[in-house]
């Protein structure tokens, strides 16, 4: 047996002082007496003058050395090396994304078996527990505590989220790169994509199962506007279902599908807002996953975009910005605006979007052909065509986006919302091509419709809720609970959007919806994967059964050591209160 | 201020009488037999006259059937001194560390004092009381006759108990100062060293009737189990620590019980009376029940 904390052993250097205290004399309580000569000879104690007296044995004084022997020993935690099942340090991991939540009740199997796995742990095993959802959380940090775990288990539900499976990788490396006789075992229904590390056991818990699902639902903008659904089979026969839209709360279509084992099936219907913003796709089909056939979204809130034009632009200029839908254009008059173009003269506000035609005049003679950057405002579009003859070359800082290059100058760049082209339109191909109307469409859609749009209409499950605002911001939660969030740099962040179905936010006295809906084919899709069978609780990573592997385990004996001081102590109690009874 | 007897006591008590087992003499006339002829009216014996003698004593009758003239003697019934001494001492006021509740041995010593002086006035007997300290530090002079009850009952209520004692010593001072023979009670807890034989040996040489009357507390005869205590002698002021486990219990109730025996055995050899009373007996019961058998009372 060896200690894991000797130094702790250096309590029982308090033995001696114990004894000390049986050497020195009792201080008592007095009493008087009437002769005190008759107690003479039943006098047992030393010379009442002396500090110490001769040390006797006693039985309080063997249970207190007793209790002290315990008590330290127990501190400088004594253990021994015992083969077991369980490594001495266990990270559990449990799958709690929506697939989890199949009827076939694989959650409960794999919370089941992580109970077990928490049961044959002996005693002073450290056990940590995470959640894997979108994000993978540790729920309870390493603990020798098993109810903590055990608490903290029952608890976990699944989620309407998809399951990242790179964050549990990197904790799962994590963990076991700082422990070294860590196990870690993951407890889920699908099999991870990267390759599990050697301590890391996978146990598969569910059943093939059969599945229809809402895979897209959106409310596309437009007059009238459109509800655009997507349903998709993840079956291998043919399934019927009835697909059933609702606008706040009252059924408004209902249509019976019959899909094909795989298929997708597409359509859209005319909606518009008399009945309200918030719309729900709900397929009445009895399948594997119940959480993927409702779907819910909002209509887009949209208002016209008013653009000023500032400068004698060029007439494509004009026409470019009056292609873009719900834009209102005024021409060099003050005032507020959305978004400025300026065809001559420079922002004179940070107020909007700014766009800025008239290049800078120091430029570097070209031609160049222009090239679009990977960047959401220009990505795929037709440049390749474009040659400009001189460029300014910009010189970009970290706050700065590179949309285009001439040759390997900066083009064009956007920062603070403003974007700047380095080249004159009119010495370009620019005009020639749709390029250009179709970047103003981005520009006014995804930079200025985006600074309109405070409230997102929707939010991916798990992904967190952020609106952008400088006042207090109230969120109730599908489930009725409510948070109110303070912001912090322009922005009020929900982090929890775990649960699928509509958030209410309340800004500035006005409600917006938000909707959450699980759309993922990898939760979806519940057949199993090749090589995978789905069977409840069996370790899936090729290696032999997890719990019959035998490891060299640490056994604690503190626990035993202060039972049994404690035990000693209150014999030592009862002893001295017998006696002085 | 106690109340040392009841008033229905004292008159259950007016029919007792201190009983002395030898004659008196070179007192006073009173109701005590004596070994002087004198005059009462129990005949004794005849002698010779002899000039000077009061003819009134002359037996006629003898003369006139022997012609010599004797005279008649009687007994003379003569009163006798009844002494209660009580000890004062602090160890009176004392008891065990722990044991049974009780009165303090001075209290009931003084009650059974005013109980045995009260028995002895209304036998016409001469009582004085006198308390015993580190000598006789007190004593009220004999007086004689009921009405005298009330000073001593007021003597005794006085009396307080303090400082250290020594019953030898004591007794010793009794006897020198008052040599006048007599009944002498002495009530103490005799919880001294030679528990008081010596004193007690001095009263019997200046011939004293001597009865000893040891009081003891309930907590005293059987003191009960007190953990880890120090012992202080009330007295001297000295000091033992000591853990009173029941050995140590037992070690000392046979002390105690050596102790006693140890004056039993003397007063019996002494033909001095003995008695031991716990604090917890009533006074009726002891007066009347347990003094009356001793042969002190009648």
Redesign the interface.
Known sequence: MKLLDPSALAWLSLLPLLIAFYLM??R??????????????????AR?DSFFQKLRSNFLLWLQILALLALGVGLARPYQVVPGKVSPQVALVLDVSASMGAVDGRFEAARKRALQLLDQAPRGTEITLAAMGRETRVVVPFTTDKEQVRRALRALQPQAVEEGREGARSLLVSILANRTQAEAFLLSDHKPGWELPPRVSYLAFGEPGQNLAVSAFQIAPGDPLQAFAAVTSYSDSVETADLVLSQGGKEIYRRELTLPGGARRTLVVPVNTDGGAEFELRLVHADALPADNVAWAVAPRQRTVKVRLMGEAPLFVVKALLAVPGVELFRNVAGEYDMTVWADGKPDSAKGVHVVLEPPSDVVKGPFNLAAEDDPLVRDLPMDRIFVQSVHPFKPDAHTRVLARAGPHPAIVLKDNVVSFGFDLLDSDMPLSPAFPILLNRVVDQLVRGLIAAVPVEVVPGSGLTIATDEKVTVRRPDGSSEELTPSGGQAVLAETEQAGLYRVTLKGQQYSVAATLRSPTESELRGEAGHDMLSGLPQNGAADAAAVTHSLVREWWWELALGALLVLMLEWFWYHR??? | MIELVEPDLLRRLERLQVLSRRTRSRQAPGERKSSHRGRSVEFAEHRDYTFGDDFRHIDWNAYGRLERLFLKLFVEEREQTVTVLVDRSASMTASSPVGREGPPKFDFARRLAAALSYIALCSYDRVAVGLLGARLEDFQPPVRGRNQALALFRFLERAECRGAGDLDAALTDYARRYPRPGMVIVVSDFLVPGAGVTGLKHLRYAKNEVFALQVLHPAELAPEAGGDLKLVDVEVGGFRELTLTSSVLKAYRSELRKHNQQLEDWCKKAGVGYLQASTVETLETLVVGALRKSGLLA
């Not at chain 1, 008592?28 to 104690?45: G, I, M, N, Y």
């Open positions: 004399k009792l008592r309580k007095q009493a008087p007496v009437s002769a005190l000569f008759l107690w003479q000879a039943a006098a047992r104690e009442v006696r002085a009874a």
